[in-house]
């Protein structure tokens, strides 16, 4: 089955610095990934949605400056949480699905990365 | 915007019975019902889907069942072993022909025990 890497799988940062989480399919090529929140004990809410080439759309409440998405490459799509808080401690996981014509699929979800601000 | 609800929040039973949580949506337009299995500290893993052109569809032993009159669905898992005990999400989404399945909508999760 498709296979869909996170890096770092956890990472503590210190409050005010940004942090970057890479998102990558390694067998496919991703035409939209998508970026998830999970707080402890709790569901996955979707934070942006992004297209290979063009700008992310963000849900409702996601401040974009914030949570930058770059899908630069079919590939790759990484998350930068930017001056980081404690409240923005979370399990962040991204998402992929290949798309296009003819070859629809389901999204194939990574492993997760466990931010910690402290 | 979608909303899921699902319940139970926790389901305890014996191994060797059967398990059943079930899932409300709201947007009509929906017609992908996924369902993944989450272990502690890792993603999600997808164990069946169903669309909203079929109403049943089995894997061993899993099944999923889907209502599209009534907007809900359910998993079942029939003889339960240690290693289904998990936590489960029940999603929805719009799947497009060439497009994919859309960014998803999930319940907010049933803790499944299974009893030794």
């Known amino acids: 089955g498709a296979v869909v890497s996170q890096h770092p799988s956890r990472v503590i940062c210190k409050s005010g610095t940004s942090v970057k989480i890479e998102c990558r399919s390694l067998?496919?090529?991703?035409?939209?990934m998508f970026w998830y929140r999970q707080f402890p004990k709790q569901s996955l809410m979707l934070m942006a949605t992004?297209?290979?080439?063009?700008?992310?759309?963000?849900e409702q409440g996601v401040e974009k400056d914030k949570f930058l998405i770059n899908h630069a490459s079919l590939t790759l799509s990484t998350l930068t949480v930017t001056s980081a808080h404690p409240e923005d401690s979370s399990f962040y996981i991204c998402?992929?699905?290949?798309?296009?014509?003819?070859?629809?699929?389901?999204?194939?979800f990574g492993q997760g990365t466990r931010l910690t601000v402290v | 915007g979608e909303n899921v609800e699902q319940h139970p929040s926790t389901l305890s039973v014996q191994e060797g019975d059967s398990a059943v949580i079930k899932c409300t949506y709201s947007?009509?337009?929906?017609?992908?019902f996924p369902w993944y299995k989450q272990e502690l500290g890792k993603g999600p893993q997808l164990i069946i889907d169903i669309r909203s052109n079929v109403g049943e569809k089995k894997d061993q032993r899993i099944a999923v069942t889907l209502n599209k009159t009534a907007k809900h669905f359910s998993l079942h898992i029939t003889e339960t072993q240690p290693e289904d005990s998990a936590v489960y999400f029940c999603?929805?989404?719009?799947?497009?022909?060439?497009?994919?399945?859309?960014?998803?909508?999930f319940g907010k999760g049933t803790h499944l025990i299974i009893q030794p």
């Open positions: 999603a929805a989404s719009q799947y497009v022909s060439g497009g994919g399945a859309d960014g998803l909508t």
């Open positions: 067998d496919f090529q991703a035409t939209t």
């Open positions: 998402s992929a699905r290949e798309g296009g014509p003819g070859r629809d699929t389901e999204a194939f």
């Open positions: 992004s297209n290979e080439g063009s700008k992310a759309t963000y």
């Open positions: 947007d009509s337009a929906s017609n992908y």
